[in-house]
């Protein structure tokens, strides 16, 4: 088995999801002070209730799918910008654990080690490729990867060996050894080419989606 990590948070309420779609009727759970639940982020428990297509739903069982993420296996994709490669990696990795079912075990997400794209939505490159492909295209906006990201996440996945240097700059030397390199898992320690210097967006995918694949089929050995 995976040895994944459980964070608690001692928390007593949290803000409505608006960014869910949750309805203004919705009310947010109450825990107390001493609680033993386990309690993600609740942005990210956010994110996982639009990546399963549950948004609209008028009430939300928080408790039951905060419980849920605390034992899903969490991955976040790192590039520079994060526009191009981690969020072509972020939808073919999404894309390849819904085939495979077992979209309910991960949570998967991406990030930038910089600050420059912050905001800006997937590349019309990545967009072009992933569509040419019939993968969907997870709705994302850039952000940086942060400390907490180290803590919350189980794999942490950098496209080159520049985001390696600079992942390990953000976590202090990645002292749980969670940081890794897409390509190893394809038998490469090549880097995943930035087509945003290169305009090759095929050749990007063709690295990501080898990544990504050979990534599943060493967590299913491992569970």
Known sequence: MLNLKMHRKKCVRYRQCKSAGAKQDFVPPVYAHNTDDIMPDYEMICDYIKMQGIWKAS????????????????????????????TMAESVMTYLVKQAGLLDQFYINSAATSREEIGNPPHHGTVARLKAEGIPVIPHRAVQMTLDDYEEYDYLIGMDTE????????????????IYKLLTFAGSGLDVADPWYTGDFEATYKDVKAGCEGLLHTLAEET
């Open 59 to 86: 009430k939300i069982n928080i408790c039951g799918l905060m419980r849920g993420y605390a034992t899903m296996i969490k991955i976040l994709f790192i590039c520079h910008g994060n526009i191009c490669r981690s």
């Open 163 to 178: 985001n390696i240097r600079n992942m390990q700059r953000i976590s202090g030397g990645d002292p749980d050894e969670k």
